[in-house]
């Protein structure tokens, strides 16, 4: 594929355009309204499920669909809708998504029944895929690439500070106004989007754009997609070693193979594959798993530190958290413009090694780890994290030609969610052993009244997310004992899943050191404006 792709006379922007319509600061601005809101509800939303299940007289599991239906909705159709971006416009894409998104969140709102809230969340999901790709292809297209890493570093700037703000919000909201009202703050942050995007955005399109649909390869793709997902979802409670887990990993990776055996058939293929013929883009897209992986599997474990060991509530975890979060949103800009100068193969190896020693550090903390402690290990993560989510970024959209600039930024956005997942479950699955293998003895050395093995096995489940199993009505010196073993039990099986987390850290510095400075970047529109 060429490196230098032109872009067709009716998309450049031309002199008289010089105002608002495809300025790149201004189209900036325009998407990152549009990201704030869908990173914004991928953590408020957590916090409502409570008052959702309590209010709707909904079950566990229905509860649980309402984060999982938006999980795979999102994951299984990003690379598609990148694509669909690539052949219709970006525009016209972020501009559906940013429509649909708001909608979907008003319906769910005005939901009476649980049937409802899951339904409009994978139609959150859908548009939300609609929407991230888009954002990235245009920022491509409109930025220059001496611009290029500063625009993606306050683009992560934005989604540090919403994923930030989703516990803290959520929770003022739900407590003081009404779960639905977690939902309907997104109808006039996408009125906002819609507007600034119809007023700002400017479609570009490569001359050499895809005119047709590789539906087979979309099948394909979707279904290995659903299938890992799926498997990575359910197997904290189906266990790894059992058969729908296995055929579930069975079929996605037989989808994989029958997608890559397609798309070497195929005039116009849904994923090139001689874009991974590029070692930076392929090392960026396996250094985002990599780092996905560590990130959101380590904290998945922090939340639950925080609020079920310590005691605070989802505002005060979400506050106690602000370090990590503060330091993305400040250290993305800088991390943008420190790539510009020196490319991103150092950052990111830094940031990685800065990534794996919060790790290691984070293993190392104890129930009665102090905030000053605490804060130094978050920040340090977030110090780490900023330049890799710039960084690895600008390597995979950078690297893919203009008119695949939606599907590398699909791939991004999946490559995060296949991480993101696939480090929940295995650390999640290190925990629940360590739990198994060491709180029965814990119990036994603390002289507690000895367990059945079907009180043993439920009191593990509730310890493997910080709950102590104290029984009603035990005298006090009881019950500070039996949160003494379950707190100590978690915090060692949560050591674990760091030192884990860590080496896949140190994993992913290795692979950073085969990224470099996107071949293609320069063939983006670089309006004049700037």
């Known amino acids: 594929m060429t490196g230098q792709i032109t872009l067709a006379k009716e998309s450049s922007p031309s002199?008289?355009?010089?105002?608002?319509?495809?300025?790149?600061?201004?189209?900036?601005?325009?998407?990152?309204?549009?990201?704030?809101?869908?990173?914004?509800?991928?953590?408020?939303?957590a916090v409502a499920n409570p008052a959702i299940?309590?209010?709707?007289?909904?079950?566990?599991a229905e509860v649980q669909w309402i984060t999982n239906g938006y999980l795979l909705a999102l994951?299984?159709?990003?690379?598609?809708a990148g694509k669909l971006g690539d052949?219709?416009?970006?525009?016209?894409?972020?501009?559906?998504?940013?429509?649909?998104?708001?909608?979907?969140?008003?319906?769910?709102?005005?939901s009476t029944g649980v049937g409802f809230v899951i339904g409009f969340r994978v139609a959150q999901g859908l548009f939300g895929a609609l929407l991230m790709p888009a954002a990235l292809g245009l920022l491509r297209a409109t930025f220059p690439a001496e611009k290029l890493n500063m625009a993606i570093g306050i683009w992560g700037m934005v989604i540090g500070a919403s994923t930030a703000a989703g516990p803290i919000v959520g929770g003022l909201l739900v407590e003081?106004?009404?779960?639905?009202?977690?939902?309907?703050?997104?109808?006039?942050?996408?009125?906002?989007?819609?507007?600034?995007?119809?007023?700002i955005l400017l479609d570009h399109r490569a001359e050499n754009a895809p005119?047709?649909?590789?539906?087979?390869?979309?099948?394909?793709?979707?279904?290995?997609?659903?299938?890992?997902?799926w498997a990575l979802i359910k197997a904290a409670e189906w266990g790894w070693g059992d058969m729908r887990t296995v055929l579930f990993l069975l079929g996605s990776l037989v989808c994989f193979a029958l997608f890559a055996f397609w798309e070497t058939r195929v005039a116009e293929p849904l994923i090139p594959l001689g874009m991974f013929r590029s070692l930076p883009l392929s090392a960026g897209t396996v250094l985002m798993v990599l780092m996905a992986f560590a990130f959101m599997g380590g904290l998945f474990f922090v939340t639950f530190y925080l609020q079920n060991v310590h005691g605070m509530s989802p505002v005060d975890s979400g506050l106690r958290l602000l370090p990590l979060t503060g330091m993305m949103i400040i250290g993305s800009p800088l991390a943008g413009a420190a790539i510009t100068k020196v490319g991103p193969r150092i950052p990111l190896v830094a940031g990685m090694v800065a990534t794996a020693v919060a790790c290691f550090g984070m293993s190392r903390l104890t129930p009665g780890t102090g905030t000053l402690t605490m804060s130094l290990w978050f920040a340090l993560l977030g110090l780490g994290l900023a330049p890799v989510m710039v960084g690895a970024t600008e390597v995979i959209v950078g690297n893919a030609p203009l008119e695949l600039s939606g599907v590398a930024g699909g791939l991004q956005q999946a490559a995060m969610q296949v991480g993101g997942s696939l480090g929940t479950a295995v650390l999640g699955a290190v925990m629940a052993a360590e739990v198994s293998d060491t709180f029965g003895d814990n119990w036994q050395r603390a002289a507690l009244p000895p367990l059945t093995p079907e009180q043993l096995e439920l009191a593990e489940k509730g310890v493997q997310v910080g709950i102590a199993p104290v029984p009603p009505g035990v005298p006090e010196p009881v019950a500070q004992t039996i949160s003494s073993v379950a707190h100590e039990t978690f915090v060692s099986g949560m050591s674990t899943a760091f030192t884990c987390a860590g080496v896949v850290a140190v994993l992913a510095?290795?692979?950073?050191?085969?990224?470099?400075?996107?071949?293609?970047a320069g063939a983006g529109a670089g309006a004049a404006h700037i």
Do not use: Y
């Open 15 to 45: 002199p008289a355009r010089a105002g608002l319509r495809g300025h790149p600061w201004l189209t900036l601005f325009a998407v990152a309204i549009g990201v704030m809101m869908v990173t914004l509800d991928g953590t408020i939303v």
């Open 53 to 60: 299940q309590k209010d709707l007289g909904a079950s566990l």
């Open 75 to 80: 994951a299984v159709t990003l690379i598609t």
């Open 87 to 110: 052949r219709f416009g970006h525009r016209q894409t972020f501009l559906i998504g940013i429509a649909g998104f708001g909608l979907s969140s008003a319906v769910i709102g005005l």
């Open 176 to 199: 003081h106004v009404s779960w639905q009202s977690v939902f309907f703050i997104n109808v006039p942050v996408g009125v906002i989007a819609l507007v600034f995007g119809l007023v």
């Open 211 to 229: 005119r047709s649909f590789d539906l087979p390869g979309i099948v394909l793709l979707s279904a290995a997609m659903f299938s890992l997902i």
């Open 509 to 520: 510095a290795v692979v950073a050191c085969f990224t470099k400075r996107g071949e293609n």
